[in-house]
């Protein structure tokens, strides 16, 4: 029933940008926090960016100054707006929910996004 559906990935050369969004849907999206998430090929899995239900973010060292994560509740939708992109930024980003309402955390994933820079 939790949906995460994101859009927005492609192809950019060097120093383009993109916005990548997230629509979710089966949750109250107000009371979650988001992140947004991304694996390249071979690596692990590693956190982007995060934004609380209240609003405070929180970036990777080598995402700061280049990408911004915010929220419009009103459309349950997390955007990732990426900056200066490099090519070791290619990717798959995904969109991720944490939801603490229960005792314990349950967490959700979107789909992935594929997100390619070229030089």
């Known amino acids: 029933q939790v949906q995460l559906v994101e859009s927005g990935g492609g192809l950019v050369q060097a120093g383009g940008s993109l916005r990548l969004s997230c629509v979710a849907s089966?949750?109250?999206?107000?009371?979650?926090?988001m992140d947004w998430y991304r694996q390249a090929p071979g690596k692990q899995r590693e956190l982007v960016a995060t934004?609380?239900?209240?609003?405070?973010?929180n970036y990777a060292d080598s995402m700061k100054g280049r990408f911004t994560i915010s929220r419009d509740n009103a459309k349950n939708t997390v955007y990732l707006q990426m900056n200066s992109l490099k090519p070791e930024d290619t990717a798959v980003y995904y969109c991720?929910?944490?939801?603490?309402?229960?005792?314990?955390?349950?967490?959700?994933w979107g789909q992935g996004t594929q997100v390619t820079v070229s030089s």
């Open positions: 991720h929910c944490r939801d603490y309402s229960s005792s314990r955390l349950n967490d959700y």
């Open positions: 089966g949750i109250i999206f107000s009371i979650n926090a």
């Open positions: 934004i609380s239900s209240g609003g405070r973010k």
